[in-house]
């Protein structure tokens, strides 16, 4: 049964019938019966047509350096072409866990911090940056006739200064540490392993995502009896 959500492995097929199509021969009876008739071609191509938006996509997502804000606007293009990915793409998405965070960093990043809600900021307190404390405020000002004046319009515009927030370009908007987990698990749980217990699956898939952090000094040192 497919997934909704497979759309990457539906792509590669597609790719996959388009590459070898132009090989079988149409008059070859043998094959007649089970390859696509050209309405059906048609419709493949406008569906591959389609998806390579969905792909274009799914790659940029796994790229580094991506922020909150890059991932809306790839997600707001795409629901232009694809409306009905909205179930899951949409800002409102049932699958979305903290909308409100998520609302409130993608306007931060886009420099709308005067349209966050009660809400939004409350959820964006642990990041916001303290004040800078006021310089001479004590300090008597010059004699000035304006002086009064000139304080109350230099209050406003610092008031008018928009909250700043830290660390918000730095949270990664897809979880590519854990579907590179799932990749690893496949390729280490093969036909011939359906047998391994979970146990050693997990001790191996913890070694190997770790691999940076270990080598074989490090077992090494591990094994060798302790004087």
Known sequence: MRQDTRWSSIFSMLKRYFRLREFPSADDEELADILPSRTTHRQLEELLSKLRCVESVSKMLQSDGLTLLDA?????GLLEVRPSMGKYLAPDADIIHAQAFEAA???????????????EIAVLEPFRQPEAAATSASAAPPPDANGFARRILKHRNLSAEPVRYKLLSAIPPT?????????????????????????TLEMILFLRINANFWNVGTVDS???PTV
């Open 105 to 119: 960093v993608v306007k931060v990043l886009a420099g709308k911090t005067d349209e966050l809600t009660a809400r």
């Open 222 to 224: 591990w094994l060798s």
């Open 72 to 76: 809306r606007d790839l997600f707001d």
């Open 175 to 199: 979880s590519n540490v854990v579907e590179r987990l799932f990749s690893v698990a496949r390729a280490v749980l093969r036909l011939e392993r359906h047998r391994m217990s979970p146990l």
